[in-house]
């Protein structure tokens, strides 16, 4: 991990610190720039090709092969000229014509030239003769363990046979004219662009800045919820390279290590939700993929939803409570499951909720123009399961629900994932507060939001005010960034 000390800047009272590794950023904009609930640290994230030699991961396979056929052909080669030169063990042999020189090999050949073929015998031109098994062991063991090696690069650099919507690409020549190639690439010719998400961590203390660690989440851009002090961030992981398990993956911030559980065996979407109140355990959702869907008169149908809640310090992974999700779409092209998110709370008597709401796109509005409509939320407390309508309630312009939390007040707190706003380096969310017993919503306290307004958010407000983050993206050529910098000034007096 590398580390940087932030310098300080005593006229304008402003913190500055570049992140590395900038070149490796793979899109144009900084994801976001996040302070931690507490104000001790920002998180800086941006789309990465984490790959150091990208060309030559994508060539493994074809490198793999050649050295297969090297070897191969090392071996046939060695055989053919063992058989078609055949020497008896102790003798001497011309090197080039393999002329038995009628002399024991330690012993020098009468004639100072081959009479065969006229090469000079002193020094190297003199080769002792081995038995056939000695000569197949010399020639073999290197080639066989060349073949070995080159098995070894290839096989690891596929896959076994997979679901067919992968694109076939190996061999690059083979693809195209074998149908039904058994093999998979693993390697990354056929994954031109492979995205992670970097997350740099800034703590903020009374003297500067300081890079804390990186964390490398998998995907373009997974959602990922960071503890209230800031010391863990985590997200859901659901891909091939889990096998498809579900899995909640958390990154120490202090520490700069990463762990994970599984939510299965059982398969399932997981989502990302939040943290308990007491900042031990995550909050995420499972659902359930063998829901039986049941359509309702809205053509929308309710799935469940498992709440579970996983110990960071233990790894222990407890479902809290069964929720509900919507779905819509139908037979034939079967559910699409929109949107939902869950919550703890310490309350005994509503232990977990959880939101399902639905995108709607409007068509008479521009392509980015779409929000979520919020329609149930489903208390799940010692006294049962609490459906509770929230038909009417919109939010405009978000994609995703981000994280959800129950606030002190006995509300559901929910962030939600807004659309890459006008400015090109810094995104937020809106939030929503939620009754849990009326269902009413209410937006978030004026104070916080009148003046920082999504859409002009250039200067992100640390959460008590008094400092603002400000993030500088150099370009020095098109699609490459030469310098990210990392800017905290005080907030202006206003
Ligand atoms: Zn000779």
């Known amino acids: 991990m590398s580390r940087a000390h932030g310098t ?140 070995a090696c080159g098995a070894t690069i290839f096989l690891t650099s596929i896959a076994p046979r997979q679901t067919p919507r992968l694109i076939q690409t190996w061999p690059v020549a083979a693809a195209s004219a074998v149908p039904n190639w058994p093999w998979w690439r693993r390697s990354t010719i056929d994954r031109p662009y492979q995205f992670d998400l970097r997350v740099d961590v800034i703590r903020v203390n009374a003297d500067g800045l300081r890079l804390e660690s990186t964390a490398l989440l998998p995907g ?28 909640v993956a958390w990154f120490d911030t202090v520490r700069g290590r990463g762990e994970s559980a599984d939510l299965g065996p059982a398969q399932g979407f997981p989502a990302i939700c939040g943290w308990s109140p007491d900042g031990r355990e995550i909050v995420a959702l499972l659902q359930d993929t063998g829901s039986d869907c049941r359509t309702r008169d809205d053509g929308s149908a309710i799935i469940d939803a498992d709440v579970m809640a996983i110990d960071t310090t233990t790894g222990t992974v407890r479902t809290v409570g069964r929720g509900r999700g919507r779905a819509t779409g139908g037979p034939p092209a079967g559910w699409m499951m929109c949107p939902a998110i869950a919550a703890l709370g310490t309350d005994p008597h509503a232990r977990a909720v959880t939101l399902a709401t639905e995108h709607e796109q409007h068509s008479s509005e521009r392509s980015t123009a779409g929000g979520l409509a919020l329609r149930e939320l489903t208390v799940i407390g010692d006294s049962g399961v609490q459906v509770i309508p929230l038909a009417g309630e919109w939010v405009e312009a978000s994609w995703g629900l981000h994280r959800a939390w129950i606030t002190t007040d006995g509300r559901l707190g929910v962030e939600f994932m807004a659309y890459p706003n006008t400015n090109p380096y810094l995104q937020g969310g809106p939030e929503r507060f939620i009754d849990l017993t009326s269902g009413a919503v209410s937006d978030p306290p004026l104070s916080t939001t009148a003046a920082y307004p999504a859409t002009s958010r250039t200067n992100a407000p640390s959460p008590d005010g008094s400092r603002h983050v400000r993030i500088e993206v150099d370009w020095s050529a098109p699609d490459t960034v030469s310098r990210i910098g990392v800017v905290v000034t005080p907030a202006p007096n206003e």
Not at 228 to 238: K, R
């Open 220 to 247: 373009w851009s997974p959602p990922w919820i960071a503890r209230p002090d800031g010391t863990t961030i985590a997200w859901t992981e659901h891909s091939e390279d889990t096998g498809w398990v579900p899995r």
């Open 8 to 147: 300080e800047d005593p006229a304008a009272q402003a913190w500055s610190i570049d992140l590395p590794n900038a070149g490796s950023t793979r899109s144009t904009y900084i994801n976001e720039a996040r302070w931690s609930e507490d104000g001790s640290r920002l998180f800086v994230s941006r789309t990465v090709d984490p790959r150091a030699w990208p060309l030559l991961d994508a060539a493994r396979p074809d490198i793999g092969a050649l050295i297969i056929i090297f070897g191969v052909l090392a071996i046939l080669i060695g055989i053919a000229r063992i058989f078609r030169h055949p020497r008896t063990a102790g003798r001497s042999y011309c090197r080039r014509c393999n002329h038995d020189l009628n002399a024991v090999h330690s012993e020098r050949p009468s004639a100072l030239r081959c009479p065969e073929c006229g090469l000079s015998l002193d020094g190297r031109g003199v080769v002792r003769g081995f038995g056939r098994g000695l000569r197949l062991a010399r020639v073999g063991i290197p080639a066989l363990a060349t073949v």
